[in-house]
């Protein structure tokens, strides 16, 4: 808690995957995160905090948000959503824009760090800029602990791919695929547009973004004699495995970590990736994948 009214990073464990927290409202403290990750700073940062009434302190809401947030949280679903506290999520943690991107997270841990901070933390994936995000405390040291005066251990994430970002601003907006799925959301405001209006205004949304240092080869039969296998299902074999039963769930949980795994495979010359389905959890699935792939704009 002192570290972070310091303005230093704490490594945070949420439910989607761990966070390099730091105060919102403190501009030094959310340039120190933008240099650890080496995230361009035009890439705003989600603002955490506690339950839908410190929500509603940063963040101007409407029907649909107030009928998500009763939904979904605390849980894996961020609203982008107009700014009402412009000193509470400084400039730079929006990236200068009149919105904030706002979430309460699940995880214990870190509902009590922000029970006790008092105010939103940002807490953007704890890797470097468009490295795969880190699901357990060990990948999140390996990859900004220099950074942070103090780490939190929650244990490996559960969901393991970060939030569902949906905009409010005027047609409902799926910026970002997730845990909560399009279907789901629909189901309780209404059909939502595609991202490109509002997509600047989402963390994620970049070229090449939660990418290993191999090359990934994605909808793969089989691997190629130099690629590391990432299968799915009954598309099994040497290698990883998302999940051996098709369970979207578990390789959401499992994508980031055997990405990982798959990287450090001596001698390998790229990633091979069975199809994954393109339903429910999928699309966040292959969302990510065609992002570590370098597929998507």
């Not at 800029?129 to 950074?147: F, I, M, Q």
């Not at 963390?203 to 299968?231: I, Q, S």
């Not at 970590?257 to 339903?279: F, K, S």
Request: contains cysteine.
């Amino acid at each position: 808690m002192a570290a972070l009214r310091d303005g230093q990073l704490v490594i945070l464990p949420t439910e989607t995957v761990y966070g390099l927290a730091a105060d919102a409202g403190d501009p030094r403290a959310v340039a120190a995160v933008y240099a650890a990750k080496g995230r361009p700073a035009f890439n705003p940062l989600i603002a955490h905090v506690a339950d839908v009434e410190a929500a509603r302190r940063i963040a101007v809401f409407d029907g649909r948000a107030e009928r998500l947030a009763a939904a979904f949280w605390p849980g894996p679903l961020t609203l982008v959503l107009p700014v009402a506290d412009e000193a509470a999520v400084c400039d730079l943690a929006r990236a200068g824009l009149d919105t904030v991107a706002v979430r309460a997270p699940a995880h214990p841990v870190a509902h009590a760090l922000l029970e006790a901070f008092g105010g939103p933390l940002v807490a953007p994936s704890a890797n470097r800029s468009g490295r795969p995000s880190p699901t357990t405390l060990a990948d999140a040291l390996e990859e900004t602990g220099a950074a942070a005066a103090a780490a939190l251990d929650g244990g490996p994430c559960a969901i393991g791919l970060e939030s569902t970002v949906v905009a409010l601003l005027d047609a409902p907006r799926l910026l970002r695929p997730g845990a909560v799925t399009r279907g789901q959301i629909e189901a309780l405001i209404g059909p939502l547009s595609e991202a490109e209006a509002d997509a600047k205004r989402s963390p994620g949304r970049m070229a090449r973004h939660y990418a290993p240092n191999l090359p990934l080869r994605l909808n793969a039969e089989e691997p190629r004699a130099d690629e590391v296998w990432l299968g799915f299902g009954r598309k099994g074999g040497a290698g990883f495995n998302l999940s051996p039963d098709g369970d979207l769930t578990e390789a959401a949980a499992n994508l980031f970590a055997y990405l990982r795994a798959a990287d450090r495979a001596d001698g390998a010359a790229g990633i091979a990736v069975a199809p994954i389905p393109d339903t429910g959890l999928g699309e966040a699935i292959n969302d990510r994948l065609r992002r570590a792939a370098g597929y998507v704009g």
